[in-house]
Antibody
Framework: QVQLVQSGAEVKKPGSSVKVSCKVS????????ISWVRQAPGQGLEWMCE????????SYAQKFQGRVTVTADESTTTAYMDLSSLTSDDTAVYYC???????????WGQGTTVTVSS | QSALTQPASVSGSPGQSITISCTGT?????????ISWYRHHPGEAPQLLIY???KRPSGVSSRFSGSRSGHTASLTISGLQAEDEADYYC?????????FGGGTKLAVL
């Protein structure tokens, strides 16, 4: 059974960066895609980026191009999402999710709350 | 880039059925797009309800069903229960791109 466990809540200053981790157990980490999705207060779900560890390929939503970096460590089956130049608009719950070829985003992490405040 | 439009809110009484629509704009729900549906209770992880328009993952209640007609996909929930009160999102996959609809808040009155 696939499980995704994310790192804990973060409080950051405007202009700084945050790195959220997503530890994957079970499944086939290398060949599955790991996506990152966020939900700001009062807003809907917003896809940010994805990585497929086996191929080392990543894709990014146009909105976040240049500000987000997604990486993966196959040895620890952990994916990371690094978001820089934070503003208050980045205050949100960030989720990682496994992307299955057939099912899509079928297993989700518990979410990580990132608060950006001076 | 395609956008997915959902109604902001729907409501129903326990035991009733409701349908939530998801309409693709621009290139929309073309043959290369695949739609999934998610239920999201605040503070919890989203749950996959439907994939590939009308298929249910193992463990998802048969009260949830999906369909498609042209550029519109639909999620129907039958036998409404209090636990169905949540936000519902359609989601489109086109290659590596993932697009979510704006979400629909379901109230069970």
């Amino acid at each position: 059974q696939v499980q995704l466990v994310q790192s804990g809540a973060e409080v950051k200053k405007p202009g700084s960066s945050v790195k959220v981790s997503c530890k994957v157990s079970g499944g086939t980490f290398s060949s599955d895609g790991i996506s990152w999705v966020r939900q700001a207060p009062g807003q809907g779900l917003e896809w940010m980026c994805e990585i497929i560890p086996m191929f080392g390929t990543s894709s990014y939503a146009q909105k976040f191009q240049g500000r987000v970096t997604v990486t993966a460590d196959e040895s620890t089956t952990t994916a990371y999402m690094d978001l820089s130049s934070l503003t208050s608009d980045d205050t949100a719950v960030y989720y990682c999710a496994r992307r299955d070829d057939v099912l899509g985003l079928d297993v989700w992490g518990q979410g990580t709350t990132v608060t950006v405040s001076s | 880039q395609s956008a997915l439009t959902q109604p902001a809110s729907v409501s129903g009484s326990p035991g009733q059925s409701i349908t939530i629509s998801c309409t693709g704009t621009s290139s929309g729900l073309g043959t290369h797009y695949v739609i999934s549906w998610y239920r999201h209770h605040p503070g919890e992880a989203p749950q996959l309800l439907i994939y590939e328009y009308n298929k249910r993952p193992s463990g998802v209640s048969s009260r949830f069903s999906g369909s498609r007609s042209g550029h519109t996909a639909s999620l129907t929930i039958s036998g409404l229960q209090a636990e169905d009160e949540a936000d519902y999102y359609c989601c489109s996959y086109a290659g590596s791109n993932v697009i979510f609809g704006g979400g629909t808040k379901l109230a069970v009155l």
